[in-house]
């Protein structure tokens, strides 16, 4: 019974420490998306776009499962506010694309401008 009750409470103190883990990749990959937005505002550079998409996607990505739901949800919301803005569909299509190519852990620089600042 001793051997029983062990391995439920080692596995409720992993599963917990699991949702710490899971909760902090979320936070950073959030912090992450909005970096890369922030630098596409500063930049303000034409068809730079899809890069900052998939930038923000893949920085988030990079942190773990956390990471890429909270990529996954902040993208689908931007889009989907930007549709009930009266945004173009097919605009909207290609910045998800990007956003997909990023999270799958492909480099963002495939959509990188040419003359974009080092600096992003």
Known sequence: MKLLTGLVFFSLVLGVR????????????AWDMW??????????YIN?????????N????????GGVWAAEKIS?????????????AEDS???QAANEWGRSGKG?????????????
């Open 108 to 120: 963002p620089n495939f959509f990188r401008p040419a003359g974009l600042p080092d600096k992003y």
């Open 58 to 65: 893949y920085d988030a990505a990079q942190r773990g499962p």
């Open 76 to 88: 689908d919301a931007r889009e989907g506010i930007q549709k009930l803005m009266g945004h173009g």
């Open 18 to 29: 699991g949702w710490f883990s899971f909760l902090g990749e979320a936070a950073g990959g």
């Open 35 to 44: 970096r890369a937005y922030s630098d596409m505002r500063e930049a303000n």
């Open 48 to 56: 730079a776009d899809k890069y900052f998409h998939a930038r923000g």
């Open 93 to 95: 299509l290609a910045d």
